[in-house]
């Protein structure tokens, strides 16, 4: 009787550990889904001059560090940044190219990777690199801190 106890007791122990590795989800994965559906719908908000497309993709939080000028920061923030990108650099569609997502995928990721900016007549004109910090939300995965520079040289 000890025996068919402790054999029913390994057996259940695995059975719970098989099945809850089973049952938890990839966080990282999930992360990294969530951040690619993001990233196909960033640019369509420029492209349709919506400004609401581009906030929902930050958390209220957020950051947006661009260069050459101070962080804007909180629920703002992004409305802020999407009339300056539209209104005075003709920002009108662009392009992610993420190169990696890492983190445990639990509370925050952080993306690497290059975009491309490209105005009303489908002409590129920048081009760089990206690092941002993703942070899980109640409303899912948002851009927390978004920072990024241009690959083009300054003039003097």
């Known amino acids: 009787m000890k025996t068919q106890i402790f ?74 940044f999407f009339r300056m990108a539209y209104d005075e650099f003709g920002l009108r569609n662009g392009k992610f190219i993420t190169q990696e997502v890492y983190g445990d995928g639990k509370e925050f990721v952080t993306e690497v990777g290059l975009w491309q900016s490209f ?17 899980k939300t109640s409303n899912g995965w948002k851009m927390y801190r978004d920072s990024f520079s241009s690959n083009r040289t300054v003039e003097k």
């Open 7 to 80: 054999f029913a007791t390994i057996a259940c122990t695995l059975f719970c550990i098989i099945f809850n590795g089973l049952a938890q989800p990839d966080t990282l994965a999930e992360a990294k889904l969530a951040i690619e559906a993001s990233n196909a719908v960033y640019f369509k908000a420029f492209v349709k001059n919506d400004p609401n497309i581009f906030i929902e993709r930050y958390a209220e939080d957020c950051c947006i560090m661009a260069p050459g000028m101070p962080a804007l920061c909180g629920p703002d923030a992004p409305r802020k």
């Open 119 to 135: 105005d009303e007549h489908g002409v590129l004109y920048d081009d760089g690199k990206f690092l941002v910090l993703w942070k």
